[in-house]
């Protein structure tokens, strides 16, 4: 038995060095590449994929995993196998799922859909800088059927949606998802009419004064160290749309991007990506392999999401850094109070971005994406009809159109990726972070005391502790158990909104 | 036979893209990988470089060469098989070639030598930056005596020294390499002689002004797009040490280093890897796989050389761009005539950098580093007392003794990727550059005219059709007659020199 782990241990050692290596070459193609290199780019993205592959499918893991005895047809999260520690365990888990998942497709349609994949992600870009839908959704559509070839071929009981979910929250099915959002669906869009409703504007205008985009880089650094991150193992660069990635276990890297005419854009993005880097930074070296990663898309997003908003947009962390940020930009800020400002990032309003919206108005967005995206899984929803339903949704939701593609149905990089089933982690995020953040607040006394006093570190040895260490050893809903002592309630999130907002609004 | 040889082209083309992530896991490392990352790297190129080896040595590979008849023991560069056309001809060969070379290294030590080469290389740049070789030393140790294992498997008649020479100047022993310089060594060091003897200085005080590095940096992508440098597939960016590399057939990725207070470092970098940019560039696009490369470092240091030296030293190019130099650095340079200029940049002094000596005095440097190598490998030297050994050559042979190792021993970046038997190629680079620039001028009337107009293009053009597009289809002796009607002949650099020099000093 042991020798059987160590010798999984091994292709798994082998998997993961090629996972860094894919993600150093998307990395380097969402940063550095020259345009010209993307077919080279598509290429070794489809050679690696299709090693990966070869190795999770190969009969000598399938021989192993039976050897263990691990019931495929039946896995689950609960998986146990005796005799074994709490890490082996989770990691036969892991790779079994991986297993069973790759072993249903074809690698020719790995490869293809790698290559395909690396194609559109440029080809978005491209038609996001032309604001022009047209470039896109050639290479949209040929993406989509993939995904929906992949989803077949993985299986679903009640609809393709699960299939792809899986991949970024897994073992969650869409039902369950769907039940999540109905408890707080409602309820968020309610809070949203109620400040609308409210007439109350807060004045915030000063944030779209222009920030020189150097200062506010070198801010963000600034921030990013007091977090935590450590720039001896990652790096901070620019990208069309904000991201992290881990090139290795010590080498994890943030993008962002900045906007001299709107302050919030770059900063937010970079506590955001810090929040899934130090997330990144924080596995156990003894997980390194396919448990040293973040368990699901939505406990990644708690991190993130976290960081950004219940660290980041809260009255206690600008009593500690607005002063720095002052200095930084004495001519821009000098006629704003902490109060002012604090209250200047913290504005709801139906907005067209995703990334740049409130933490209110941020789920509408999401509830659009996820619907619509749940459409163009079933076939309702065609892809050439997508920038109209996408428009009509924002209309209907928040109220606003987009006036472009750039600013509208082009604005995020997922879908051009293939990345359907990942938007409602955000969500899911949010309200793990709210529930998460309760518990922490009441597990340090002067919790907010401390980050007042720009003491972030107590915030980070919490996560490190409670989640971070432990990679994907508990999938997500035992590890919110775990962590919480119930399971994800989306009451804390409300909870958190309506105390935070009724001092603002 | 067709069929035989489309195979090997698809086992080819996946060695190819694999050869292309290696690059771009290099190129990371030198740019902007974080140094917490050094493992993750290491781990990841050993792992590529072991798929690679793995692929050509696969009894695949063997089984086609036999069924084409190859006779591997007595594998030349005049291979010649029946009913193949000649791009087929050169692909069998460089696979017979690479496939010889490969299966007498085991895979594991293909491996090590990978994962040390990329620590060692990270060790260098530390060692470099707190100009300290005994960081550095443990790590030459090693890879040296890895080469010397590898050099010993691969084999040889003579010296271990003809093994490694090989994989950058491929079918050329040292024997042979020796006597080229013997034709040249002592006419170069009796030109220095000469020109030290002369006791003409050159003023160049201006070229130490404090020059912008942003300026220089612009400078130098204007100078790049004149030469036809393609930044849609190609990028400039900083490094420790300057390099040029392929990660793609469209995405040529060079390397420089800026210095204030030497307006040469920079600019003169950029010429320089702009030339090997331009070779990468120029393949014939169904050259793709193993011909889609240089067919020697000689030739393609001839092609840096060039453009560096003949080109970029000369006074029809500055003729042509000192007015827009004159227009970026307007402060720095307007007591400067062009004259005042152009033997400013070509001042002949000993001095202590190889990547900024001049172009006669280079030739020097090369001497230095071919003969303390030589001894390494054939273990006359040992790695501790390398410091010692080339700071008395650099004293004997140039008259200068470095200041410290970071200006001397640890200046190069080649030893520390275990590159011994590469410092040669320089040298033929540079004697190759004068005997294909000498057939240039004889083919184009009025080529100094054209370059002093600012029409790169000529150049550029006659470097495409004569050398670039052929790859490694024609072996570099072969090249040289197809190009001039001639061996290499040393001659051709010394009277170019000689022409040159004779205005200056």
Known sequence: MKEAIERLREIDREIYRLSEISAALGWDQETYMPPGALNDRAEQQSIVEGMIHERITSAEVGNILEKLGVDLENLSADLVIDGLEEIDNAFVREIARFYKRETKLPKKLVEEYAREASISQSRWVEARKASDFSIFKPHL????????????????????????????????????????????????????????????????????????????????????????????????????????TSLGFADVRLTTRYN????????????????????????????????????????????????????????????????????????????????????????????LIRVEADEVTYNLHIIIRFKLERELLNGKLKVQDLPEAWNSEYSGLLGIKPPNDADGVLQDIHWSHGYFGYFPTYSLGNLYSAQFFAKMKSEIPGLEDEIGKGNLQVVLSWLREKIHRHGRVYPATKLCMEVTGETLDPDYFMKYLEGKYQDIY
Chains 1, 2 share one sequence.
């Open 260 to 351: 001299e005419k709107d302050f919030k854009s770059g900063l937010f993005g970079i506590i955001h990506e810090g929040g899934h880097g130090l997330y990144e930074q924080g596995f156990s070296e003894k997980l390194i392999g396919i448990l040293a990663d973040g368990t699901s898309m939505g406990i990644h997003e708690s991190q993130s999401r976290m960081w950004e908003n219940l660290v980041g947009r809260s009255l206690p962390f600008w009593k500690a850094y607005f002063p720095k940020l002052k200095e930084t930009f004495p001519g821009e800020l000098s006629d704003v109070s902490l109060e002012d400002f604090y209250r200047g990032i913290n504005e709801i309003t139906p907005s």
């Open 141 to 244: 559509e040929k993406v989509l059927s993939l995904k929906c070839e992949i989803a077949d071929l993985i299986g679903y009981e009640k609809e393709r949606y699960d299939a792809l979910l899986d991949s970024y929250e897994p073992w969650m099915k869409t039902e369950e998802l769907l039940s999540v959002f109905e408890r707080f669906e409602g309820r968020i869009k309610e809070f949203v009419k109620r400040i609308v409703a409210s007439g109350k504007k807060v004045n915030n205008d000063f944030l779209y004064r222009s920030f020189d985009r150097k200062k506010q880089e070198e801010f963000g650094r600034f921030i990013l160290g007091e977090m935590g991150f450590d720039f001896e193992r990652g790096r901070l660069d620019v990208s069309a749309h904000p991201f992290t």
